[in-house]
T-cell receptor
Framework: GENVEQHPSTLSVQEGDSAVIKCTYS??????FPWYKQELGKGPQLIID?????GEKKDQRIAVTLNKTAKHFSLHITETQPEDSAVYFC???????????FGTGTRLKVLA | SAVISQKPSRDICQRGTSLTIQCQVD?????MFWYRQQPGQSLTLIAT?????????ESGFVIDKFPISRPNLTFSTLTVSNMSPEDSSIYLC????????????FGPGTRLTVL
C-alpha cells in the first residue's frame, strides 16, 4: 500500500547548524508534499509545501527539495534556533484526493 | 489560513463512556477531516466530513465507534463511543485550504485520556 518513510526519527543539532530531514514515498501518483511542524501540546502547523512540478522551494531559513525520479523529498533548515525544536512530519498526497499519507515524524532538538 | 478551534482541549474519561469533540472554523469550508494521533505516533485519517453528506471513513474506522456530524460549513463533531484505554489519543480536525492543491490546516487538537 501507499507508504511514506521518514528519517531520522530524532535529530539533535547545535544552534546555528543546519538540519535535514528526508522522506521517501511509494505512490508515483503523489504530486503534493507538505511539511508540518508540531510543537508540544499543539496541532501540526503547515510550514512549507512543494508541488511535483518544481524541484525546490525556499522560504527564509527553510527549504524543501523534491526528486520525483527517486521519489524522495527533503526539508532543510538553516541557521537553526532553539524555537525550531519540535516534531516535523512530512506527507504525500495526490491532487483531488485530499488524503495525506504522513511520515512517522522527526523530533528535532536544537541545542543552545 | 482559517482559524480552527476545538473543544474540549483535553479530557479524562472513564471506559465505556462517550465523548463528543467539537471543531469550529472561522470561515466556510467544504471539506473537514478528523485524524487520530496516538501517543508519540504519526497522524492517521479517521474520516472525511463534507457538509450535506455522510462522512467517509478510512479502513479500520467505523461509524458506530466514531460517529461524525457536519451540520454546516463551519462546524463538525466527532464522537468517540464506548471508550477504552486504547482510544487515548490526540484527536485533530483539519480543513481544506483555499488553494488548488490539497493544503490542510489543523486545529489545536483534543487530548483524550481514557482510564
Amino acid at each position: 500500500g501507499e507508504n511514506v518513510e521518514q528519517h531520522p526519527s530524532t535529530l539533535s543539532v547545535q544552534e546555528g547548524d543546519s538540519a535535514v530531514i528526508k522522506c521517501t514515498y511509494s505512490d508515483s501518483a503523489s504530486n503534493y508534499f507538505p511539511w508540518y511542524k508540531q510543537e508540544l501540546g499543539k496541532g501540526p502547523q503547515l510550514i512549507i509545501d512543494i508541488r511535483s512540478n518544481v524541484g525546490e522551494k525556499k522560504d527564509q531559513r527553510i527549504a524543501v527539495t523534491l526528486n520525483k525520479t527517486a521519489k524522495h523529498f527533503s526539508l532543510h533548515i538553516t541557521e537553526t534556533q532553539p524555537e525550531d525544536s519540535a516534531v516535523y512530519f512530512c506527507a504525500a498526497s495526490t491532487r483531488g484526493t485530499y488524503k495525506y499519507i504522513f511520515g512517522t515524524g522527526t523530533r528535532l532538538k536544537v541545542l543552545a | 489560513s482559517a482559524v480552527i478551534s476545538q473543544k474540549p482541549s483535553r479530557d479524562i474519561c472513564q471506559r465505556g463512556t462517550s465523548l463528543t469533540i467539537q471543531c469550529q472554523v472561522d470561515s466556510q469550508v467544504t471539506m473537514m477531516f478528523w485524524y487520530r494521533q496516538q501517543p508519540g505516533q504519526s497522524l492517521t485519517l479517521i474520516a472525511t466530513a463534507n457538509q450535506g453528506s455522510e462522512a467517509t471513513y478510512e479502513s479500520g474506522f467505523v461509524i458506530d465507534k466514531f460517529p461524525i456530524s457536519r451540520p454546516n460549513l463551519t462546524f463538525s463533531t466527532l464522537t468517540v463511543s464506548n471508550m477504552s484505554p486504547e482510544d487515548s489519543s490526540i484527536y485533530l480536525c483539519s480543513v481544506e485550504g483555499p488553494g488548488a492543491y490539497n493544503e490542510q490546516f489543523f486545529g489545536p487538537g483534543t487530548r483524550l485520556t481514557v482510564l
